[in-house]
């Protein structure tokens, strides 16, 4: 992580949109209120990494079990070694810290690490993650009800791996992937080299990049170590958005290390920290495309900060069969304070695409892609201002059998898209906030 000049010290608070514009000029500032946490040993018989562990990764609907990142099994929670399930170090511990020593704090922080099926564990090894393919090696998931289960579709609930080491890759689940995605981000921010404030031990600098090349395994502790793909790790944040589980675990770790994971807590600080994006931003908040009979009422809302003025964004609607831009939507107007400092804005569009993979792309002004989301799949494209990117499947569809006067919409609490899911097409409430929606803006 690059450190500004002249920041603000630990005061920033986390909670409001003027600190997270401060800490993205300024990571230091957001680095020196999550460092310097209490460590506590690998193995011991006093409280030790698998105690911590355990009991931030409790199943919430089953006690006494812990569910497992990779496979998504049950197992009994069990405070040691056993023959169920390791300790996963999301960020490899060979790949720069590969000693437990005292004066190693990555090695036993419990924000990245999980437990994970053995043999999954084992096969994960110290692959960076990536997106994998329908080639690759399929390792399936169990169905918990909710999420989970299935196998032979790309990508399906499945993890997908291919090749070995540094080199090879490690596709995770839709159903976590957001989780390790966050983990990783923590590492890079908690991580920035110097010492320790209280033990005076020194602290390796872990960077996340896209030039896989910088990623080593090593035998001896680094000063400086790189993972990845930090572009696939972003697009997996918000693919996979935080839910409660990840909240309550948060929580759990904290009670024990005395810090916690800030893009748990808040989802934005992640485009503020990586991708230098800290403004207030307005995000697709509706949208229907599909109905029973003919199609009819299609059309995009959006949703953000009250008074942010529409004028010079727009919509670019990309055909899942060609990849090309099939419609341009400019917009207008200015959001009007509904909720909480926040308001809504519908856009009909007619002919909204409805097959397979299609896409739509919110631009801002400048022409930056501000969301490049699909429905029905994701989609890469070649061409237009998403050029390059692949979009973010919002993970439910509509269908020729969508009852009439339903969308898709985002439920939730927040004041930014990575605080929302999206859930199944119900009643539609355009230009209004969503049922199950809970806009606060700060």
Request: contains cysteine.
């Amino acid at each position: 992580m690059l450190i500004g000049r002249g920041c603000a010290g630990p005061a920033v608070a986390l909670a409001s949109a003027t600190a997270m514009e401060e800490s993205c000029r300024c990571p230091h500032s957001l680095h020196e209120l999550i460092d310097d946490h209490r460590r506590f040993p690998y193995t011991s018989s006093a409280t030790d990494v698998w105690d911590v562990m355990t009991a931030a990764d409790e199943a919430l609907d089953t006690p006494g079990m812990v569910r497992d990142i990779y496979r998504n099994a049950l197992f009994p929670q069990i405070a040691s070694g056993n023959d169920f399930y390791d300790r996963e170090h999301t960020w490899p511990k060979s790949v720069g810290f590969p000693r437990d020593v005292v004066a190693n704090y990555p090695y036993t922080d419990v924000h990245h690490l999980f437990p994970a099926d053995s043999r999954y564990n084992s096969t994960k090894s110290n692959k960076y993650f990536d997106d994998c393919g329908a080639t690759c090696q399929e390792l399936v998931t169990e169905d918990d009800g909710v999420a989970g289960g299935g196998s032979g579709v790309y990508p399906g609930n499945s993890n997908w791996t291919a090749g070995a080491g540094v080199d090879g890759r490690w596709e995770a689940w839709r159903g976590r992937r957001g989780d390790v995605a966050r983990a990783m981000f923590y590492m890079d921010l908690r991580y920035e080299g110097g010492v320790h404030g209280v033990t005076g031990v020194a602290e390796p600098d872990l960077r996340l990049t896209d030039d896989l090349g910088r990623i080593e395994s090593s035998t001896t502790n680094q000063p400086i170590a790189y993972m990845g793909r930090l572009s696939t790790l972003l697009r997996w944040h918000r693919e996979d958005p935080v839910d409660e589980a990840e909240r309550v675990r948060n929580d759990i770790v904290a009670s024990f290390q005395g810090n916690r994971n800030p893009f748990i807590d808040h989802p934005a600080w992640v485009r503020c920290m990586f991708e230098q994006r800290c403004a207030p931003e307005p995000w697709i908040n509706e949208l229907h495309y599909d109905n029973d009979g003919a199609d009819e009422g299609e059309g995009v809302e959006i949703a953000g900060p009250a008074g942010v003025k529409l004028d010079g964004y727009r919509l670019a609607l990309y055909n899942g069969n060609s990849g090309a831009v099939y419609d341009t939507l400019e917009l207008s107007g200015a959001l009007d304070e509904q909720q909480g400092g926040a308001g809504t804005r519908w856009f009909a569009i007619a002919g909204l695409e409805n097959g397979d993979r299609d896409a739509i792309a919110l631009l801002a002004p400048d022409g930056n892609v501000v969301q490049f989301l699909g429905y029905e799949g994701a989609l890469s494209v070649e061409g237009g201002a998403a050029a390059g990117k692949t979009s973010v499947d919002i993970g439910v569809s509509e269908s020729g059998s969508t009852a009439r006067g339903h969308a898709l919409q985002l439920t939730g609490s927040g004041c930014d898209a990575e605080s929302f899911r999206w859930a199944a097409a119900s009643a539609h409430s355009r230009g209004r906030v969503n049922g199950g929606q809970t806009l606060s803006c700060p």
